[in-house]
């Protein structure tokens, strides 16, 4: 065994300097330990360069990098582009602001997203809700599709059009409900019609059928005329 000692309280009581090429701490081709034990702080500090450490055989360049210039700190990644790197190719990064940005997926085991301001989700395209579904009219930019049922439990407010591709269109509402679905035009009119087709238009009561035009006239015809 190899025992250096000074005395206690001396600055920089133990130095090992190389005037010329570097020093290496090594067991060889052993299997043996190196510890290092501080009392209080253990500082390693690289001038003029890199802090790398790495364990076994890492498939990257480097297990952990310190970036001496910007003071990035890599993970799997030697040449961070945030000040928190992952994985090869600057696959996950944290900035100092918080921000997060990944090239892969986020899964949340969890229960909730919140936020503390307005939510935003911005896609290239549209954003799908759903695992697989593709859309068929709702796939450009800042485009919703739903793949599954949606359900709305307050006002739904539409702004642009209606665009209904299935057959049914259904409105439950309260048993003995006055004026239970009502269509209101601000500005305009209402039509009801199916375009150029010959299919039927059907308005069936289950008790009575009321029209009623106010402050004109109730035309009502057939064929051309």
């Known amino acids: 065994a190899l025992s250096l000692q000074t005395s206690s309280g001396t600055a920089n009581a133990i130095q090992l300097v190389a005037t010329a090429g570097g020093i290496d701490i ?5 299997t043996a330990d190196i510890d290092i034990l501080g009392g209080d702080a253990v500082n390693i500090k690289a001038i003029g360069s890199d802090l790398s450490l790495s364990s076994g055989s890492p498939s990257y360049a480097s297990g952990l990098v310190v970036d001496s210039a910007t003071g990035y700190v890599g993970v799997a990644d030697a040449s961070p582009a945030s000040l928190f790197t992952v994985g090869p190719g600057d696959a996950l990064q ?11 997926d986020i899964a949340v085991n969890g229960d909730d997203i919140t936020s503390d301001g307005a939510l935003t989700l911005n896609a290239a395209t549209y954003v799908r ?3 697989s579904g593709t859309p068929g009219t709702a796939s450009g930019d800042d485009d919703l599709y ?17 665009d209904m591709d299935g057959t049914t269109f ?11 679905i009502e269509l209101i035009a601000a500005a305009g009119g209402i039509d009801i019609s199916t375009g150029s087709g010959t299919a039927d ?18 035309n009502l015809s057939s064929g051309t005329s």
């Open 170 to 180: 259904s409105v439950n509402a309260s048993t003995g409900q006055a004026n239970a």
């Open 146 to 162: 739903v793949e599954g049922d949606l359900e709305v439990d307050a006002i739904l407010d539409l702004d642009g059009s209606f």
């Open 201 to 218: 238009i059907d308005i069936l009561g289950g008790d009575v059928i009321n029209l009623k035009a106010v402050g004109g006239n109730l």
């Open 26 to 30: 090594s067991t060889g081709s052993g």
């Open 129 to 131: 809700v759903g695992d």
């Open 94 to 104: 944290i900035d100092a602001s918080g921000n997060l940005t990944t090239s892969g």
